[in-house]
């Protein structure tokens, strides 16, 4: 039973801002962001990328001041992409397993001087292959599902042992929830976490992700044998009870802002944490709708973040983490 106009008026509680504060649903904090960072080889090292304006990638010792700059931003985590030098690249990804790889090295790095902060490592073999695809492929192209796990296994291993946090397949193969899991109990991680990539599309948004990780030019075809079809709602419910039957804490929607329907479905069904990827082609045009004068950048940011909190997620990984923490820092 609801009062009608003009008893009931709606316009009532927004009409000043301490009652718009006190009647808001969402909140957006700092806690609530996960920082995605691109690691380099070198010393000293700073390579802006040109289709992710105001992203660069960094060496280890860039990476470990952007950590510190998190934490003092209150970003309780953040995620690593390897921009892996080319010679170590190969068809079967083996660098992926290498105990010294650029993600190995920079969790070490970063779990030495900042203990506090989450890491996320991508398990996926598109930064180490010489194709740019997630998996190994045959002499058809097509790429292998069982073979690939059993290297996204090594390279779980691999990441944990370096110290990692949270395990993030993001490579969309099957069974490969479940197969990791059972080595990172048999290895004794037992509390490392496995955020799935459970319904990750095929999609148009990821292409600066490409340039930054230096796959773009490599990668042969598309990844639609293994992403999700933009069509599809009902499969990444599929997607979600699988990789949640399989032991994933937590999963993940990716894109994010084009997929706010499969968040609020994934979160009405299973009621587990669910995070969305604000992916770079998002950053991208956001960045570009600010360049052309077309949008107010930091209300802009906000906005599009707290659209994440009110469709049921329990975080987002964007390339704008330090900048929104600044700014509700403030
Ligand atoms: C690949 C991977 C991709 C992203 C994260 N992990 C790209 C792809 O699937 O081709 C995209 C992230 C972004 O666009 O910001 N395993």
């Avoid at 937590?250 to 499969?262: A, C, E, Q």
Wanted: with cysteine.
């Amino acid at each position: 039973m609801t009062a009608a106009y003009p008893a009931l008026r709606l316009r009532r509680t927004r009409a000043s801002g301490w009652s718009r504060r006190l009647h808001a649903e969402n909140t957006l904090t700092p806690a609530d962001l996960i920082w995605p960072l691109f690691v380099t080889e070198g010393q000293g090292v700073e390579e802006p990328i040109a289709t992710l304006p105001g992203v660069s990638r960094w060496s280890l010792d860039g990476i470990v001041a952007r950590a510190k700059e998190a934490r003092d931003l209150g970003i309780p985590c953040l995620a690593l992409f390897p921009n892996t030098p080319p010679d170590r690249r190969s068809d079967d990804g083996a660098e992926a397993a290498n105990p010294d790889n650029l993600m190995c090295r920079a969790t070490r790095a970063i779990k030495d001087a900042v203990p506090d902060i989450g890491v996320l490592t991508d398990v996926a073999l598109d930064p180490y292959t010489a194709h740019g695809h997630d998996g190994l492929v045959d002499e058809a192209g097509y790429v292998l599902n069982d073979a690939t796990v059993e290297a996204l296994v090594a390279q779980s291993l691999n990441q944990a042992r370096a110290g990692a946090d949270v395990i993030a397949p993001s490579d969309m193969m099957d069974g490969r929830i479940g197969l990791i899991r059972a080595a990172l109990e048999g290895e004794g991680f037992v509390n490392v976490q496995i955020m799935s990539y459970a319904a990750k599309y095929a999609s148009a948004f990821y292409g600066p992700f490409r340039d930054a990780v230096n796959t773009r030019g490599l990668l042969k075809g598309d990844k639609k044998t293994y992403q999700m079809d933009p069509a599809n709602a009902q499969e990444a419910l599929r997607e979600v009870a699988l990789d949640l039957a399989e032991g994933a804490d937590s999963v993940m929607v990716k894109p994010g802002l084009p997929y706010l329907d499969i968040i609020r479905q994934v979160k009405d069904r299973f009621a587990v944490p669910v995070f969305a990827y604000q992916v770079s082609g998002e950053y991208a045009m956001i960045e570009a709708a600010v360049a052309a004068g077309a949008a107010d950048r930091d209300a802009m940011v906000l906005e599009t973040l707290l659209a994440f909190k009110r469709a049921g997620c329990s975080g987002v990984l964007t390339y704008h983490a330090a900048h929104a923490a600044r700014l509700l820092g403030a």
